[in-house]
């Protein structure tokens, strides 16, 4: 590997399984030379696999609700500690709809489950960045990234109130984006993945379809966890700094397609064997 992050210490929010995103993140980063703490929910942790990412890794696990400021400044207090000085990178791969997991359509939400979802999926971003800017526990050029999705700026109706929750983290990536470069030299930046097939994912309608729609419009196909996590360590790295306040699409060319070649094909087949062939009238006989 090329130790991109040599030196560099950093929190990764989200590993749940190793189809996990976060997951594959966690294993480049410590390839490419990082030390990290892991983190999600305790709820999450009990049901994931992450004791054994953290054995691979060499990486201690610190439980932590996103959705506590109480839990992320023990999280963040912790990690100083561990790591033995301020943070250079932090990942936050946290998404959950309460109404997707309910089957609730989007003009059917339960909204206490919608509050929810969005803390979780987006008001969580605004809290750990929060939390890290009060205790100034990053370093200059420090990173943050969140994971996000184009159903952010486009309509896929079975995403339901995911697609909210993106729009707003992309925007708080921006906003708090700006005032981490201006005071603390740090870079916030979102990428837009293609669709993946995470344990998350998989709990979207339809999500299958998600997927085989995308690699047929993407020039160069879909792009992979693992190579969703390759791009993440550029934006952890000292190559990107001057990268921040984006939402980097990461989709294989899909969010500037209209159309491919690939769709059309498709679309005139079925269009094709939908067609009515009349038979020709006979003449008749005078």
């Known amino acids: 590997m090329y130790n991109l992050l040599k030196g560099k210490k950093g929190i990764i929010f989200g590993a749940l399984d190793s189809k996990s995103i976060a997951w594959k993140v966690a294993e480049r980063a410590h390839e490419e030379g990082a030390t990290f703490v892991l983190t999600n929910a305790p709820v999450a942790l009990r049901l994931g696999t992450i004791s054994e990412l953290a054995e691979k890794t060499g990486s201690t696990v610190i439980p932590a609700d996103a959705t506590s400021m109480m839990d992320l400044e023990n999280l963040i207090d912790k990690s100083v500690e561990i790591l033995g000085g301020k943070i250079d990178f932090v990942l936050h791969s946290i998404g959950m709809s309460v109404n997707v997991r309910r089957g609730n359509h989007y003009t059917n939400q339960d909204y206490n489950f919608t509050k929810t979802g969005f803390d979780v999926s987006a008001l969580s971003f605004h809290r750990v960045m929060s939390m890290l800017y009060k205790k100034d526990a990053m370093n200059e050029w420090g990173s943050v990234v969140a994971l996000s999705y184009m ?136």
């Open 151 to 286: 159903a952010a700026q486009r309509v896929f109706p079975d995403y339901n109130d995911m697609a909210d929750n993106k729009a707003y983290l992309e925007s708080v990536a921006r906003s708090f984006g700006y005032f981490f470069g201006r005071d603390k030299k740090v870079r916030v930046n979102t990428i837009s993945q293609s669709p993946t097939p995470t344990t998350a994912g998989s709990g979207v309608k339809g999500f299958d379809g998600f997927i085989a729609y995308a690699e047929k419009m993407s020039p160069l196909g879909n792009a992979t966890a693992l190579e969703c996590a390759d791009y993440t360590i550029t934006l952890f790295s000292d190559l990107t700094r001057k990268v921040t306040l984006q939402n980097l699409f990461h989709d294989g060319g899909f969010s500037n397609m209209g159309v491919s070649t690939a769709i059309m094909e498709n679309f005139m087949e079925d269009f094709k064997s939908d067609e009515v062939v009349e038979e020709p009238k006979k003449k008749e006989k005078k």
